[in-house]
């Protein structure tokens, strides 16, 4: 079985010397996660952990991130670290509105993610994921540095995954603006169309960075009498009712429990043979009885419709 690194492909042998084979998706991704070009805009106290990030201790720039710059015309990441007031959250929007697509946002610290301790305060919103797209949250208060730099490794991974056949901001029907929401009482915006422009493009982002992901049998092996299925979701949240995993060999079925839901970045583990435990809630066990165990034995899994979604080949241990 090839270890390839993901989106990589296989070379002949007779070019192995002079070729490499990818994928577009792959290459293009790989330079962007790289390349992410932060905002210099701070709100509060998180703010300070922001710039300790940048600092030679941390060093932000191992992730190619050091191009901060201070024109949201320059920027494609925001990182909203600090408390949002509703005074704030108008010049917030108009700032994201300026930034080059693709754009991305980080919502540093509890107060920018919900509110933080200033929740039922008049003046603080509930968090900017009401008025912005965000595509990560890091939780804390404030988070620290390392917190941050997770933050960031999580955004590279998203990027990843993502394709230029489905992002929607390649797209000639696309419109990324945002609604300026009107300063008053309650900041939110009554207009229904404004409020479902929102939505829609908060999906529109959410289904760009999925769109290419799709639950899918990851491994197939086994320690001694314990045989494991992998089985990995790098797309959407999948309700698993009435999806079934099938053996090539034996011809036995594995039925999901009804309501099992296995959500994004997620894997579950099958265990089958003698020694089957479900040692985590990410483990189901299927039978005592062995089911992989020669080369050549195939899994395979079926939704809820009857389409096979994915196959593997147990290629032996």
Sequence with gaps: MSNLPPGMAEVPEE???????????????????????????????????????????????????????????????????????????????????????????????????GGGPFKEGYNVVSGIDKFIPVDVYVPGCPPTPEALIHGFITLHNKIKKQSVRTVPWYRKDYVGQIPIPVLGPDIFSTDPAKMRQIRDINMQRLMASRAAGKVSIAELRHAGDDEVVVIRNT???????????????????????????????????????????????????????????????????????????????????
């Excluded at 909203?80 to 697509?101: C, D, F, H, W």
């Excluded at 995993?245 to 011809?251: A, D, I, M, Y």
């Excluded at 003698?274 to 089911?291: G, S």
């Design 15 to 113: 070019v192995k010397s002079n070729v490499i084979l990818s994928t577009v998706d792959f290459v293009y991704n790989l330079a962007r996660s790289y390349s992410l070009w932060p905002m210099t805009f701070g709100l509060a106290c998180c703010a300070i952990e922001f710039i300790v990030t940048g600092t030679a201790r941390y060093d932000m720039s191992r992730f190619g991130m050091e191009v901060a710059r201070p024109s949201p015309r320059q920027a494609d990441l925001m990182i909203v670290s600090g408390t949002v007031t509703k005074k704030m959250v108008v010049p917030i929007v108009r700032l994201y509105n300026q930034m080059a697509e693709p754009r991305y946002v980080i919502s540093m610290g509890a107060c920018a993610t």
């Design 235 to 317: 797309g959407l949240a999948q309700d698993m009712t009435g999806w079934q995993l099938h053996s090539g060999q034996g011809e036995r079925r594995f039925h999901f429990p009804a309501g099992f839901v296995l959500m994004p970045d997620a894997e579950v583990r099958i265990h089958s043979g003698p020694e089957a435990e479900a040692a985590t809630p990410n483990d189901l066990v299927w039978t005592t009885q062995r089911i992989w165990r020669h080369e050549g034995d195939t899994a395979t899994l079926i939704d809820a419709g009857g389409a096979v979604v994915s196959t593997f080949s147990y290629g032996g241990n």
